[in-house]
């Protein structure tokens, strides 16, 4: 069965330091990755995608994420934390032969200046 | 990316009573999905509106509480029928585009039932 896990609740990093936020996956077939950011009372935005190719794919807002095969992740990074950065990260996958998204539940960023 | 617009974007509503959610994209979509969310919490996806047949609906979602429309390629609606406070949640349309990956979103539609 496929399944998408964020093992962390919450992530609280201070401004100007690194982030990373986790995710680790298991489908059946080739998978397709996403992150999608939500900032309070608003829709969610799309951040980027793996889907082939190179493992480390950038997206919006200086956010970056690396794929990793052997270890089933796909995990959200950012070199510099910034305060507007504080909102809530969904990472998703599907496999290529079905259109419909599983996600995972979410992490909550808080960026202390 | 495609432009989403969904109405209304909040409703308070008495329970018993149903609520229509229209959403709108500004370009022609293969797929159209509709989703629940608590708010802070992960989201649920409710069915798959189908263009010109009836939707697909996941487990524990049935037609006659949450009929979807879809007459063409760029408008669907999710109804919420006879409402009850825990059908209090956010709903949000989604779309994907053509051949490309990614689902676009709606701003979502806040619906508190009292």
């Known amino acids: 069965a496929q399944s998408v896990a964020q093992p962390e609740d919450q992530v609280n990093v201070a401004e100007g330091n690194p982030l990373t936020v986790k995710c680790t996956y298991s489908v059946s077939g080739n998978p397709y990755l996403f992150w999608y950011v939500q900032y309070p009372n608003r829709g969610l935005q799309f951040l980027l995608k793996y889907i082939t190719g190179d493992n480390l794919v950038k997206g919006s807002y200086g956010f970056e994420a690396e794929f990793n095969k052997s270890q089933t992740s796909f995990h959200l990074k950012k070199p510099s934390a910034l305060v507007s950065d504080s909102a809530l990260y969904f990472c998703?996958?599907?496999?290529?032969?079905?259109?419909?998204?599983?996600w995972g539940l979410g992490t909550s960023l808080a960026v202390n200046p | 990316s495609a432009v989403i617009s969904q109405k209304p974007s909040r409703d308070i509503c008495q329970r018993g009573t149903s609520l229509t959610i229209q959403c709108q994209v500004d370009?022609?979509?293969?797929?159209m999905f509709w989703y629940r969310q608590q708010p802070g919490q992960s989201l649920t996806l409710i069915a798959t509106a189908n263009q010109g047949s009836e939707a697909t609906y996941e487990s524990g979602f049935v037609i006659d509480k949450f009929p979807i429309s879809r007459p063409n390629l760029t408008f669907s609606t999710l109804t919420v029928s006879n409402m009850s406070p825990e059908d209090s949640s956010i709903y949000l349309c989604s779309v994907i585009q053509g051949f490309g990956t990614e689902a676009f979103f709606g701003q979502g539609t806040r619906l508190t039932v009292v």
């Open positions: 370009s022609q979509v293969t797929m």
């Open positions: 998703a996958v599907r496999d290529g032969g079905n259109r419909k998204l599983i």
